[in-house]
């Protein structure tokens, strides 16, 4: 695979649409009276599951190319706190923060001058960790909690009429 190739196909990772379902797409028309819904038998809600893609994302983006890095304690610092609500600007700027962490990514793959083999900024010489591995660590969690979130928006009717 040629690296202009590469770099294509993680583009088609960061921005979603392929075989998964888009942020844009999952969150579209999301009725704000259920933000802060857990469904049935989930211990989170909505906008915690939005959340906490934003803090892995964060975390992943600074732990390749940020200049500090501090590991998060799991699970506690990698989801919202569970009393933790969401009102339309807490909801907007998850969404904001997302959407900013993945144009980080991007920019990383649309800068040719950038080797995407190299190693994480903070992997403390364990080389497996490349900014590839990076990227693809960042989408596949997106892509597995969003696929979640359409999920849980079917079980609980709160897709629009006519969603498909």
């Known amino acids: 695979m ?18 998964s379902m888009t942020l844009d797409a999952a ?17 989170y809600s909505y906008w915690h599951l939005l959340e906490h893609i934003r803090i892995c994302a964060d975390d992943i983006v600074d732990y390749a190319i940020g200049d500090e890095y501090r590991v ?7 989801w919202p706190h569970p009393d933790a609500e969401a009102d339309d600007a807490a909801w907007r700027a998850t969404i904001d ?54 999920i849980l928006r079917q079980v609980m009717g709160l897709w629009p009429d006519g969603h498909a």
């Not at 800068?111 to 693809?136: P, Q």
């Open 2 to 19: 040629t690296d202009q190739a590469t770099r294509n196909a993680l583009l088609g990772c960061i921005d979603g649409g392929q075989a």
């Open 27 to 43: 969150v579209a028309d999301f009725p704000p009276e259920h933000y802060n819904t857990r469904p049935t038998n989930v211990p």
């Open 72 to 78: 998060l304690k799991w699970p506690e610092e990698c």
């Open 97 to 150: 923060g997302i959407h900013r962490a993945m144009a980080a990514l991007r920019q990383l793959v649309t800068d040719e001058s950038c080797d995407l083999s190299r190693v994480a900024r903070h992997a403390n010489d364990n080389a497996k960790h490349t900014l590839i591995r990076e990227i693809l660590v960042t989408t596949d969690h997106n892509a597995y909690h969003l696929g979640e979130l359409a």
